[in-house]
Structures are given as structure tokens and as C-alpha cells.
């Protein structure tokens, strides 16, 4: 029962334009939201949070929206770089010690 | 340098065979986690450490099997119960449950 969903497998974007990935959740009982990047054979790395109290959270190039009526949020990056090139996991949390992670989507920046 | 260390970075498994994955975090954190990653797939929870000597299953637990002695360590054993056990194993740390994790780089285990 997949209760985070990333609906898209993969994004192409141009360097320099911005990246928005999306994701959806089904467990209203949720509250907290991460965003993870991942390379190849290596372990995800945190990039960025959100509180179910807060709609907006920024880091530097990474922004996070939440809309807790439809169950949505997305990461916007901008601008895209060559780096940024990775599978991103969206992850959700009751405040407890399970996160539910969504299938992932694999980010192409284009030089 | 804090961080979390796994080995071996690959490891091998015969039929039949356990095999045990290690997992070491100098963050301090009270929480440990396992979790598993299938290709085309999202990570899944194997098991999970709120404290010493403490531990409870996660979603997919069987065939595998952990201990927690020590706050720093958190070892994965695979057992030959496991019948599909090729895939990448990410341990994972935090300072309480509900806390952000950080995963260490992962340790691939391969069935020879």
C-alpha cells in the first residue's frame, strides 16, 4: 500500500531553468515531509523538511511547498545544475519512528 | 567527523549462508534504522532501534534479523530465510523517531 506516491519516474531540464518535482500522500495522519537526493550506489542525502504547519520552506536553491488539502507537495530547484543530476525520494512521517518513502524521480539536467 | 559507516560497501552470499551487515553512527543518536532498496523502488523498512537493546520490525523484517548492544551500532543479519536478499541496504540514524534520518552509503549484497 504505497501511502506516498511520486507520479512521475523521471525529469529533463535544461541547466540553469528550474526543476519542480511533485509528490502525493494519502495518510492524513502525516506531518512531516522530507526530500532526499540520491546518487548511484550511494546512501540518500537530506536536502530539505517540512512541518504540515508551515506551506513553504526554502534552502538556497531548494524550496518546498506543502498543500495539506490535496494531500500534495513539491520541490522546486532553482537554478538547475549539472549536479543536481540524482533520483530525489520524497518521505513522510507521523512524528514517529517509520518513514514512508515514494518510488523516486529521476532528475536529467541538460548542459 | 560525524557520520554513519557501513560495510563492506559489496558482499557476497551463498546459498544457504547468513550474512551479517555492519552499521556504525558517531552522531549520537538514540534511533537506528535499516532499510532496503529494490531497483525502480522507494526504500522499504527492515527493521528499527528506538534505543539499546531495543529493537522492532519494520515492514518487510522477515528473513532478517538485528541486534543493538551498543548506541553506535546496529548490525544486519541476513539469514538463508531471506529468499530474495539481492538488494541495496541503507542504515539509518536520527536523534528520535520523528527526527530528521541520515543514511549512511550503503552496503550491496549480491546471491552468488
Known amino acids: 500500500d504505497q501511502q506516498v506516491k511520486q507520479n512521475s519516474p523521471s525529469l529533463s531540464v535544461q541547466e540553469g531553468r528550474i526543476s519542480i518535482l511533485n509528490c502525493d500522500y494519502t495518510n492524513s495522519m502525516f506531518d512531516y515531509f522530507l526530500w532526499y537526493k540520491k546518487y548511484p550506489a550511494e546512501g540518500p542525502t537530506f536536502l530539505i523538511s517540512?512541518?504540515?504547519?508551515?506551506d513553504k520552506n526554502e534552502d538556497g536553491r531548494f524550496t518546498v511547498f506543502l498543500n495539506k488539502s490535496a494531500k500534495h507537495l513539491s520541490l522546486h530547484i532553482v537554478p538547475s545544475q549539472p549536479g543536481d543530476s540524482a533520483v530525489y525520494f520524497c518521505?513522510?512521517?507521523?512524528?514517529?519512528?517509520?518513514?514512508?518513502f515514494g518510488a523516486g524521480t529521476t532528475v536529467t539536467v541538460r548542459a | 567527523d560525524g557520520g554513519i559507516t557501513q560495510s563492506p560497501k559489496y558482499l557476497f552470499r551463498k546459498e544457504g549462508q547468513n550474512v551479517t551487515l555492519s552499521c556504525e553512527q558517531n552522531l549520537n543518536h538514540d534511533a537506528m534504522y535499516w532499510y532496503r532498496q529494490d531497483p525502480g523502488q522507494g526504500l522499504r523498512l527492515i527493521y528499527y532501534s528506538q534505543i539499546v537493546n531495543d529493537f522492532q520490525k519494520g515492514d518487510i523484517a522477515e528473513g532478517y534479523s538485528v541486534s543493538r548492544e551498543k548506541k553506535e551500532s546496529f548490525p544486519l543479519t541476513v539469514t538463508s530465510a531471506q529468499k530474495n536478499p539481492t538488494a541495496f541496504y541503507l542504515c539509518?540514524?536520527?536523534?528520535?523517531?520523528?527526527?530528521?534520518?541520515?543514511f549512511g552509503p550503503g552496503t550491496r549484497l549480491l546471491v552468488l
Open positions: 518521505a513522510a512521517n507521523k512524528r514517529d519512528y517509520k518513514l514512508s
Open positions: 539509518a540514524s536520527s536523534q528520535t523517531g520523528g527526527e530528521t534520518q541520515y
Open positions: 517540512i512541518s504540515s504547519i508551515k
